[in-house]
């Protein structure tokens, strides 16, 4: 968080009062005091030390490193000033302006089918990370966002008939901005768009031509091709190399990867087991368990076509995430929530190629349940967000007192506890009213 935040207040350079004393070298600047730091963090994150009642006017933050400033730190600088508290509201408000912006132009412009599939996997992959980086300070929020809709944009573009030219305009200038939201924050997810908006290019095109097994292994073949000639090009072969951590071997690395990697992928709704966590907790075991059943519904009643491409999806998110470990160079990949904006292309593909006419939430009981157990789930997450900040991290998770009114937040009337009522009462609310626009039978295209 001190990284993203004293890059966005020296985006723009040298500033009096915002950012002075920048040094190239270490990249670090001095900004006004945003928050103590407890052993190289942010003390609102790791709540370890004494606090301290009385700082320092300034304080000298990381920075980004000039070739990794993000354009998104120069759009959003036009917020920063010297009152931190105002300036960050400002920025999350902005944030999620275009969040809105973006689910607007989804129910608005997507095709019924794809609306539906796009809504589906938004729905069962907003919780946990979702709503809290929609909202903040950092790149994640933008990155995350065009992930998860670019796709669905793109894909109602090629299946809308060109006789509709206005709303196919449209369409297409919703999914360069949601590209765009991506190449001005983060290179990884960028990879991530680019690869999702080939695969639903070559998915949409393959599904007017009879797939048989001689097209599919022609395919294969292609890609295999492709994959060798950009090697030739410096950014895309450095993208693509997977280099072994240092100390393991070739077939420990792979083979850890085929075993744990499906635990990363839960870790999207915070199922934190084996490598990434000590057991799953009640927000995990929802979450998987929804997004499961969506998949399981999607895949009823399968073709070839529809199975080749779930497969081949699959098989990207293996490797997206297997990437992230190398990146790392560790046997570990990244925590989900660099990975999971993954999630709503990969069900949302799936039902838009399902052949079955009766998904899990084209039936009003299914969607009953599912509304009330993502909002418990919502519930449950929140409340343990703002419980580790006004308990400073301490005594978690016992629930010795339901308040959340704590000693580490402001002292006025709408406190943590009117803040929790009110967004456990509206997520709900904004569930129902998103799924009253998607139609409950399943659309045929």
């Known amino acids: 968080m001190d990284y993203h935040m004293a890059s966005i207040w020296c985006a723009r350079g040298e500033k009096p009062g915002i950012c002075a004393n920048i040094d ?65 509201l400002k920025i999350r408000l902005f944030n999620s302006m275009i969040s809105v912006l973006v689910l607007a132009a989804l129910l608005l412009l997507a ?28 790149t994640r929020g933008w990155a995350i966002l065009g992930v998860m809709t670019s796709w669905a ?8 008939e060109r006789e509709q030219k206005q709303l196919r305009l449209l369409q297409m200038l919703a999914f360069l901005f949601s590209v765009s939201l991506v190449a001005m924050t983060r290179i990884d997810t960028l990879m991530m768009v680019l690869i999702t908006s080939l695969f ?85 075991l929802i979450g998987v368990t929804l997004f499961a059943i969506n998949f399981a519904f999607a895949l009823q009643k399968s073709d070839f076509f529809q199975r080749s491409t779930t497969i081949s999806f699959t098989l990207i998110v293996f490797v997206l995430l297997a990437k992230s470990s190398s990146v790392a ?13 993954l999630a709503v292309p990969w069900l949302g593909i799936a039902i838009a190629n399902s052949k079955n006419p009766s998904q899990f939430m084209s039936a009003v009981g299914n969607r009953r349940t599912a509304i009330s157990l993502l909002s418990l789930s ?47 009462i509206m997520f709900p609310v904004f569930l129902i009213s998103v799924w009253r626009t998607v139609s409950i039978t399943f659309p045929a295209k």
């Open 24 to 88: 190239q070298v270490a990249n670090t600047a001095e900004v006004p005091f945003m928050f103590q730091m407890c052993n190289g963090r942010n003390i609102d994150w790791f709540p370890y030390c004494e606090f301290e009642e009385e700082n320092p006017p300034t304080q000298r933050l990381r920075i980004a490193a000039p070739q990794d400033f993000s354009f998104y730190y120069k759009i959003v600088n036009i917020f920063a000033g010297k009152n931190i508290q105002q300036s960050v």
């Open 378 to 424: 919502y519930s449950i997450y929140f409340y343990s967000l703002l419980e580790f900040y006004t308990r400073r991290g301490k005594n978690l998770e016992y629930f010795d007192s339901i308040s959340l009114n704590g000693e580490w937040w402001w002292n006025i009337a709408i406190g943590p506890n009117v803040v929790f009522s009110f967004a456990a």
């Open 329 to 341: 160079n560790s046997l570990v990949p990244l925590s989900g929530f660099y990975t999971f904006g």
């Open 153 to 160: 944009f793109l894909a109602s573009y090629l299946d809308t």
């Open 200 to 284: 639903v290019v070559i998915a949409h095109f393959l599904s007017s031509v009879p797939l048989n097994k001689k097209r599919l292994l022609l395919g294969i073949a292609g890609i295999c091709l492709l994959a060798i000639f950009s090697q030739i090009l410096p950014i895309v072969k450095g993208l693509a190399d997977f280099a072994i951590p240092n100390g393991y071997g070739f077939a420990q690395y792979w083979l850890f990867q085929i075993v744990h990697i499906p635990e990363f992928v839960a870790d999207w709704w915070k199922y934190n087991v084996g490598q990434s966590g000590s057991g799953p907790g009640i927000v995990g």
């Open 111 to 138: 095709s019924p089918r794809l609306k539906f599939a796009s809504i589906t996997g938004l729905s069962f992959s907003l919780i946990p990370w979702g709503l809290q980086f929609f909202s903040g300070v950092t």
